[in-house]
């Protein structure tokens, strides 16, 4: 995809083939230049510490624990988003 195309990336943790640990791995390594910069937001059954400490180390902006509350996952895309299309 060319750089830009997305805003965000909200990321499963619980993957079949790759993580989400992984992939946001992946991603901030993948030489791209937005790849450093897209927010990753975590979306995890878990809501304990060291989990939101591993999203964290992996490269991850924020955390949010299942079941989702639909308030908190706006107001973080707009933390994020701030000034892009999709947050208008």
Known sequence: MPEGYYDAVLMDIMMPVM?????A???RGSGKKDAEMIPIIAIIANAFAEDK???MEAGMDAHLSKPLNVQELMDTI???CAG???CQ
């Open 84 to 86: 892009k299309q999709i």
């Open 25 to 27: 791995r992946a991603i």
């Open 78 to 80: 707009r933390k994020f």
């Open 53 to 55: 400490r591993k999203t």
């Open 19 to 23: 993580d989400g640990y992984q992939a």
